[in-house]
């Protein structure tokens, strides 16, 4: 049999690509489900390519578990959330069960990414907006301009960190304008498009100076860099200055914007800054919208931005 298990590539990410290519064809994917495990497929190629791997017939179970395990350092490490950790090891058993006879590897029990949906019990420190703009100067000043602003497209109108660097705030500054919503498509989980409430004054501020940021651009993300290069390097770098100040990462940011617009909703603060809850109703209200407003299809995700509901 030919390299790659004769899929007609001998490149292992264009392999996988035709695999999956085939598979949404057969109706077992859906085609922006393609999309997204290609993307985190070519990034455990990325990582074993140094190890000299070359072939996806040379990918086993065992080398599987140890990038997990690399993956659970980084989250310890709050470099990455242990959803998408897990999901980076599930696209690459979804990969390998379309080319081979594949053993599964658990994201959890045989890599150690700690679970999802585990309720937060620490308030976010990106709730205090002075903490938050200590460290937003620090980017300012070390001409992290672009970095700033995802983090402040984080904090403000809750956005992954991918979906802010995606954004185009020209078009999205226009429309919060017109309509007081923005809507959220390039970078979202699964091509979910999505509204959020622009209803602040700062949330017009972050959007505006994104746009700056962005200039002749279709996003944050400059013209010479793809998402990947940007993430890598202005990003990674970015979440220096927010550590310093204890803020772990643009995730704990969203998790701030969570806590504020429960405080919005229900009038009260969120139960992890509270200690508990003080309607059922309105909490279950404030839960489903705040579930659609980060892009969630649960709505027990919530209890990882703002604690559980008892």
Not at 157 to 168: P, Q, T, V, Y
Request: charged share 20%; proline share 3%.
């Amino acid at each position: 049999m030919s390299r790659n298990y004769g899929l007609g590539s001998r490149d292992m990410s264009s392999a996988a690509r035709i695999a999956l290519d085939r598979a949404a064809q057969r109706g077992e994917l859906s085609f922006s489900s393609v999309a997204t495990l290609t993307e985190r497929f070519s990034q455990f190629v990325n990582a074993v390519r140094a190890q000299g791997i070359g072939r996806l017939e040379r990918i086993s179970p065992e080398l599987v578990q140890a990038y997990g395990q690399h993956l659970s350092t980084q989250v310890q490490r709050s470099e990455l959330s242990p959803a998408y950790a897990q999901n980076l090891v599930s696209a690459i058993n979804t990969v390998m069960h379309l080319v081979c006879d594949w053993s599964s590897v658990s994201p959890t029990k045989a890599c150690g990414i700690a679970q999802r949906c585990a309720v937060r019990d620490t308030p976010p420190l990106g709730v205090d907006r002075t903490l938050l703009e200590r460290s937003l100067e620090q980017l300012r000043g070390n001409d992290q301009l672009r970095a700033a602003a995802v983090a402040d497209l984080a904090r403000e109108l809750g956005l992954r960190s991918k979906e802010a660097a995606l954004l185009n705030a020209h078009k999205a500054l226009e429309e919060a304008r017109e309509s007081g919503l923005v809507t959220i498509i390039d970078g979202t989980k699964g091509g979910r498009a999505r509204t959020v409430p622009v209803l602040q004054e700062q949330q017009l501020s972050a959007l505006a100076n994104a746009a700056i940021q962005q200039g002749v651009g279709r996003s944050l993300i400059p013209v010479e860099q793809n998402w990947k290069q940007f993430r890598e390097n202005t990003l990674r770098q970015g979440r220096i200055p927010l550590q310093q100040v204890g803020i772990t990462g643009y995730h704990d940011l969203r998790a701030a914007y969570a806590c504020d617009r429960y405080q919005q909703i229900t009038g009260s603060p969120a139960p992890v800054i509270a200690g508990g809850i003080v309607d059922k109703h309105l909490d279950r209200l404030a839960r489903e919208q705040i579930s659609s407003e980060l892009g969630h299809g649960r709505i027990d995700v919530v209890s990882e931005y703002i604690g559980g509901r008892g």
